[in-house]
């Protein structure tokens, strides 16, 4: 049973635009996590969000964790092609028990 | 620094043969240790996870085993490989009481 949903689950961009990914669940979550994985390898962490509507940036990334700790969103400004990948958003269920969301593969065109 | 490592990077068996994967982490001591496997493009599925040594928790029921040797070894098995097997098998490990997971580069299987 698949307990996180992303969306979108594909996006192409030109580089310059903004985005949001979205991470959904009915489920609560003791913290999320975001990685970033590039084709062949592993994935690699970006964040990790903790309390309900807590706020992160990384550069040009923002990353939001719902007040109720069920989704998060991550936000690109100004896209660029390096930001290519599978976006991955992970929340922990107790202490070592982790549910993967589905994925959004973003492609920036240069 | 910490390391992880993983072995083989690519295997090709042949259905019904064995399986041995192969993870170690380095610059830590009782890390927890975790099998994922990724289907092509898409989320990771926790499969077993460790948080010593010979202390598995399997997730999902399946033709899979693991074991952990030693502190910082962590090996994936089955006796006898299914078509259904196929995937990117990814190890993790984490700080013993943190929240975050660091991976490892992946092993490529597919069975034939």
């Known amino acids: 049973t698949q307990l996180l949903e992303q969306s979108p689950q594909f996006l192409s961009i030109q580089e310059g635009e903004n985005l949001t990914v979205y991470c959904n669940s009915s489920s609560v979550f003791s913290s999320l996590q975001w990685y970033r994985q590039e084709p062949g390898e592993g994935p690699v962490l970006l964040v990790t969000?903790?309390?309900?509507?807590e706020v992160k940036k990384l550069k040009r990334l923002t990353f939001q964790f719902g007040d109720a700790r069920k989704d998060s969103s991550l936000h690109i400004t100004a896209a660029q092609p390096g930001d290519t990948g599978l976006y991955l958003c992970a929340g922990a269920r107790g202490t070592y028990k982790y549910i993967f969301g589905t994925g959004t593969r973003l492609k920036v065109l240069a | 620094s910490q390391t992880i490592h993983q072995w083989p990077a690519t295997l090709v068996q042949p259905v019904g043969s064995p399986l041995s994967l192969e993870c170690t982490v380095e610059g830590t001591s009782n890390p927890n240790l975790y099998w994922y496997r990724q289907a092509a493009g898409r989320g990771l599925q926790l499969l077993f996870y460790?948080?010593?040594?010979?202390?598995i928790s399997s997730e999902v029921p399946q033709n899979l085993s693991a074991s952990r040797p030693q502190d910082r070894q962590f090996i994936l098995s089955s006796k006898k490989l299914l078509l259904s097997d196929s995937g990117f098998y990814l190890c993790a490990w984490g700080f013993s009481g943190g929240r975050e997971q660091y991976f490892g580069p992946g092993t490529r299987l597919t069975v034939t």
């Open positions: 969000v903790v309390t309900g509507g």
């Open positions: 460790s948080v010593g040594i010979g202390q």
